[in-house]
Structures are given as structure tokens and as C-alpha cells.
């Protein structure tokens, strides 16, 4: 008998419809001849109505009390599937993150997984329960309730698949793989069969919002193979693995569109040493994370410095810009959110010449501007402006013949 | 420096203005000089409302799963307290019942405590946080999350109060005290300023729905004096306590009416041993809880045996003794719910002589029919007709002239 873990996100447990549908779902793999664990996460809207609440009482609550708050969405959604799986005659436990020892850090809404302790677990297995396990959520040393953040229920899944030794994580939404391309942009973008958890991983920081990316890292690290695939449907998914038998090279695998960054450029700064390491250092001390940098020379010896940060950050990066202007010696300060990345990721993308140079004409030719440019062994993404992002996402795509 | 244990129901923490509006109370109890530890119950309705979740997944869902389910109510309301409490400028932490360790056994909805481990509350209050309890809920030896059951939240600070040597345990209510009757029947009802835990005890099984009668004979059994007063107005309420010296004696402290019970009566039963005997065995087997028994011998060697049990237990009780009737030898079998119960209670009951008679003519002379009589120490019952329930309840209170 084989095992398989099964994560069904917040949309596949929506109501209570959704939450027999899945039952239904567990129970088609069981009867197949597999153990199954299932992770859940919140109902439907759970967690932002939690999130409400919490902020009628106050508009900072404390990241402890919040994570207290937020786990019982998911605990909520567990005693209802294993109820639901019971109602269609089944042995079903549920277990919360602290129950089954899921021990983090201590960082508050947004805790990294440090052990699972899979005793508890196998012991349901083995009295042919089907287990039942709150994503999102765990304890810290101290006994405290921590919550994961966003995507926690995958990494919650992951992780499980890896401490059980699990041949396959199925990670269950409301898409049934992922494409070479948004669909909803690009119509005849198609559905990728296998593809590796490097690309994935690319994917999802590009903005494929498929699969977060720290649970993709956690199942690249412990080699877990992924199997993408959609509630609602039967069909095959994507499969994200690493054994390269299993892949065909390809030099790319998609197309990626991200709106969620903003652009800040400081303009005329002196080309001194150390002033990009002061910059960047102030900015990780605020906690933004900078994703793209390019700097240039503009006049004599000052250079404009333009770097990309979240656009949940651009507050907070434009005052320690503005608190450092003047003494890295920048002339000026602007920020712009009308841009979007459009990324090209690919595992053989290393190994040809020219790939990069495929886009940029395509993005030429449909007259497109590339304001930025950065590129990794396997992902190559340029700035453009925003309004001009759905064009440009179907020109790269087609100029590397993606769609079916 | 003191220390409180501050018990709220969920009418006391119903929505986000009554949350601040506790949380303002505990604040205040705490500048006042005393540590404070609260538990709290569930948000108003949840528990309801969760009870309902689950009904529309399973007509029967599993009692293990339903303590899962209904534990989040109480975690919900714990969190946004302590939010409530930061935001008025105190440090507050909040812990379920599993993370005190409050240990219970495994009967799941109805579980009792067996420990509780103060450790982490002590340190908790060491480092002068305020301390915000779930109430209602802990865990078996096996690490499955328990619910108390009615009251369960009663419990819970009774429990704190006892391990952590709380010289008071404050249980804030919808209404400010326990009155000598239930003053929307009878208009003149006073409030009693203190009571002994016998007495309280036995107007909570009497029907006196201030309090649930498993926590009054928790607090009785560890000498946990309480405190019983109103959520929203600041006067004092009941004392209840053990301590003789600030106890007056009154032969009659208060009148109850409880309407929960219905009244089953089996017709000519032969007399002979082991009758009742098997009978009540049966009940309790089928998890049945009888109150009031009485047997008259009624024509040669038969006699009537009726009972009463709670109307939720009817049904069960009803197929017991159906199941019985002919081995019994039993003629009929009626079932009764038009029924209630007046009782008196009062610890100065047992050294007067002439109490329970005085009560007796009240009714008599009010043309109220005793159906059935029980009487222990400190409490006389009689069942009557439940449409003359509230006029009893009126001409008893008055007889023994408990008005104000």
C-alpha cells in the first residue's frame, strides 16, 4: 500500500459542498489502495474575516495573538472533513500543527518548519485512519501557536510528504497544472506535463501564483515530487520533479507576468564606493526585500541607481531612501508602480546561446520597451510598463512556439 | 499584590464593543493592584454556530471531531481579548486549554478535568502579563483536544482559581447576583448578598441557570470562594462561600422553578424486590440521569413508580422502560412533560422543623396540586403543574417572606 499526501487549499474547502466534494475526493484514493494524509486549509474566507475582526479591535494586534486568532481557521476545516469523511462510512482523525509537533521558529506569522515528529502519524496510519492535519500552522519551543504565512499549508504538505517518505505530494487547486502561460492572457497557452522543481521555483517568484515558492524550495530540498492538479477535475496535473529522467529539456518551459513589484531610481548619485552596499544594507535592515538592480552611469561621475522592491514595501524602502538621500549624495528620488516583469524560466535556457536574445526582439518588435533586464542560469525578466504587459506576455510566448 | 481569577460567559464577550468593554474591567481590576487571570467563553453565538456547521455536514458527527470543532470558539475569543487588552497599553498573553495542560479524561463534550499544571501561568503573571485562558476546553493524556460540556468555562476558573490559590474566583454574568427567585416572576426577589456553596449548589440543579452546578461543586470541593456579579454595572453581587462566620442562617435562602424535567409514570407494577432495581439500572446504563422518584403502592400488591428525567433524556428513557414494561410486569407506561419543579433551599432547613410544611399550605391554598415531593438537607421539591409553576413560585417566595 502506498501513501499519498494531499494539500486542498482555502477554494477547495469553501463551503459545505466543497468540503464533501473533497471527502469524496480522499476517498476515491483510499479505496485505490493508498494510505492518505490530508492537509487543509482555512475555509474559504476564514482567514481575511479572522483578519477583520482582529482589526475592529485594534489596528496593530500582536503577531502571537494573531497567529492564537488565525489557526482555528484551519482547525475548523479539519474536524469538518474528517466529520464528512466519517458520514461516508471512513475512520478519519484530525490533528492540528501543534498536536502532531509541527515545531518552528518562533517568528510569528511567518514561521519556518524546523522538525515534524511523524509518530502520531503513522500510528493513525497504521490503524487505517485517514489522517486529517491543519496546514498553515505549528508551535514554537516554547508551546506557542505559530502560523507559517502565505502558502503555509503547502510547506505544511511538503513537509509531511518528506518526513513520511512519501512517493507524491498532490497539491490540489482551483487550476488544473500549470501553463506555459496565464491562459487568461495568453489563450493558447498549455498545460505543462512535467517539468523540474528549479523552473517551478522560478515560476512562482515570477509571479505564477500557482504554488508558493518556499513550499516548492522545501519540496526541491527534501526531493519531493509535486503533483499540481485541480479539485474539481480528474485529470493529470503538472508533475514537479527532480529526477531528469523524467524531463525533457526544453530551453523554456513559460512565460511569467508579475505585477507586484514597484521600481524606485535615485538619480545622480556620486559613483563612490560603498554607496550601493550602504543603500542596500539600509534596506534589508527595514526588511524590503529587492528583487531587481541596475545601475548606470548618466553624467561625469554620477550614476542613477534603479532597483524593484514588493509593493507592499514601497513605503517602507521610500523612507530609508529618503533618509539616506542626501547623504549618499542622490539628486532625486522617484518611485513608479506602472510596471510589470515578464520573465521567461527554463531549465536548458543555460545551455543555448541566443534564448535571451529571442525575447528581446520579440519585445523590440512589438514595440515594447525594456526598461530593465536581469537574468539567473535558468529565468531571464524584463521591466516593462505596465499597460504593455499583456502584449508582451503573448509575444515572448509565441515567440518560443509554447502554445498548443 | 492579589491575585484574580475573572470568569466571562459568551453574552459578556457577544461582539467586538463588549470584548473592549471586558477588556476595560480586567484593566481596571489589574491597576487596582491585582494580577488577573480571565477565562473566557466563546463569542456569543459561535458555539451555535459551529454546532450548526457541523450538522450540515453529518447528522451525527463524532465527538472527538466536535471537540476540535467547538474548541476554536474560545480560542477566537482569547485572542481578540488580548488584543483588546494591548491596545488599552497592557501586556496580555492568551493560552488554550491544551497548552496550560489542563488534562482531562476522554470523555469527549463532557470531559473533566483531572489537572492543571500553573507552571506557565505563574511565569506568565512573574513577568506581569495578564493572563487570558479559553475556557470550556483541555486535553486527554493522548493530546486529543477535550471539551467540558455545559458550565465547562465555570469549570475552568474554578479549576485556576483552586490550583493557582486565587482567594476569589469572579464569575461575571448577564445578570449582578443570585436573587431569592427569579425576578421576571417574581417582582420582589432580592438579591442574596452571600450564600453558602451547598445552597448554590443545589439552586443550580434546582434550575437557578446562574451558574452550572459541576463548577459550584468544583469550587465547594477545593474551597474556592466565588464571586458572582454583572458583566456591565459595577456593584457587588453574590458571595458564595464556606466560611460559616460570614454566613447568616436562614431556614429558606431562595426559591427555584426548573421546567427541564418531564415525569414518567409506569402503572401497576407487581411489588416485588428487584423491580426498581432493574428499572433504574436499565436507566442509567442508557445514560439517563433521574431525579425525582416515587412509588405508591396503589391497588393489592401493584404499584405506580414515576420518575423524572431531564426532557432531552426522554426519548432514551422512553425506550428503556418500553423495552422493559412487560418483564416487569408493568400495566402502562405515560410520559408527562406538562410538569415543573418549585423548590426551596436553604442550609438553616435541616435544625427548623415545620419548613417544608409551610411550604406545602402556600401551595395549598393557592390550589396548587403536588404532584410528587422530594426533599434532601437543605432542599424541598415539589412537582406541579407547569402552568401553575410561576403562581407557585410567587406565593412560596412570599410565604417565607423572602421579598424585599
Known amino acids: 500500500m502506498g501513501l499519498v499526501v494531499q494539500k486542498f487549499g482555502g477554494s477547495s474547502v469553501a ?81 492540528t500543527g501543534p498536536q502532531l509537533d509541527i515545531v518552528t521558529d518562533s517568528a510569528h506569522r511567518k514561521a519556518r518548519i524546523l522538525s515534524v515528529d511523524p509518530t502520531r502519524i503513522r500510528r493513525a496510519l497504521d490503524q487505517d485512519h485517514i489522517v486529517i492535519v491543519a496546514g498553515f500552522q505549528g508551535r514554537d519551543a516554547d508551546e506557542n501557536i505559530t502560523t507559517l504565512g502565505r502558502g503555509g499549508s503547502d510547506t505544511t504538505a511538503v513537509a509531511l510528504a518528506a518526513v513520511l517518505e512519501a512517493p507524491v505530494c498532490e497539491i490540489y487547486t482551483d487550476v488544473d497544472g500549470v501553463y506555459t502561460a496565464d491562459p487568461r492572457i495568453v489563450p493558447d497557452a498549455r498545460k505543462i506535463p512535467v517539468m523540474h522543481a528549479d523552473e517551478m521555483l522560478e515560476m512562482a517568484s515570477a509571479g505564477s501564483q500557482v504554488m508558493n515558492a518556499r513550499a516548492v524550495e522545501f519540496a526541491k530540498k527534501y526531493g519531493v515530487p509535486l503533483h499540481i492538479r485541480s479539485s474539481f477535475a480528474p485529470d ?43 543603500l542596500f544594507t539600509a534596506l534589508s535592515e527595514a526588511d524590503v526585500n529587492v528583487d531587481m538592480i541596475i545601475q548606470n552611469v548618466a553624467e561625469g561621475e554620477k550614476a542613477d541607481i534603479s532597483f524593484t522592491v514588493n509593493k507592499d514595501d514601497l513605503n517602507r524602502a521610500m523612507t530609508v531612501c529618503e533618509a539616506l538621500l542626501s547623504d549618499i549624495g542622490g539628486q532625486a528620488l522617484a518611485a513608479d508602480s506602472d510596471i510589470a516583469k515578464v520573465s521567461i524560466v527554463g531549465a536548458g535556457m543555460a545551455e543555448r546561446s541566443g534564448v535571451a536574445a529571442v525575447m528581446f526582439s520579440a519585445l523590440g518588435d512589438a514595440g515594447v520597451n525594456i526598461e530593465m533586464i536581469a537574468t539567473s542560469e535558468i529565468k531571464t525578466s524584463c521591466i516593462v510598463r505596465a499597460w504593455q504587459a499583456e502584449e508582451a506576455t503573448r509575444v515572448v510566448h509565441a515567440a518560443f512556439a509554447l502554445g498548443g
Open 15 to 95: 463551503d459545505v459542498d466543497r468540503i464533501k466534494h473533497v471527502a469524496k475526493r480522499v476517498m476515491d484514493t483510499h479505496e485505490a489502495g493508498d494510505a492518505v494524509v490530508v492537509v487543509v486549509s482555512a475555509l474559504g474566507d476564514t482567514t481575511d474575516d479572522l483578519i477583520q475582526l482582529a482589526l475592529q479591535i485594534t489596528p496593530q494586534p500582536s503577531d502571537r495573538e494573531m497567529d492564537v486568532l488565525m489557526s482555528t481557521g484551519e482547525q475548523i476545516s479539519i474536524a469538518l472533513l474528517s466529520m464528512a469523511i466519517h458520514a461516508m462510512g471512513h475512520d478519519a482523525i484530525s490533528f
Open 236 to 278: 493529470t496535473g503538472t508533475l514537479v520533479t527532480d529526477k531528469a529522467e523524467e524531463l525533457d529539456e526544453v530551453p523554456v518551459r513559460g512565460v511569467s507576468l508579475d505585477r507586484a513589484d514597484s521600481k524606485i531610481t535615485i538619480r545622480q548619485v556620486p559613483d563612490r564606493p560603498g554607496v550601493s552596499a550602504r
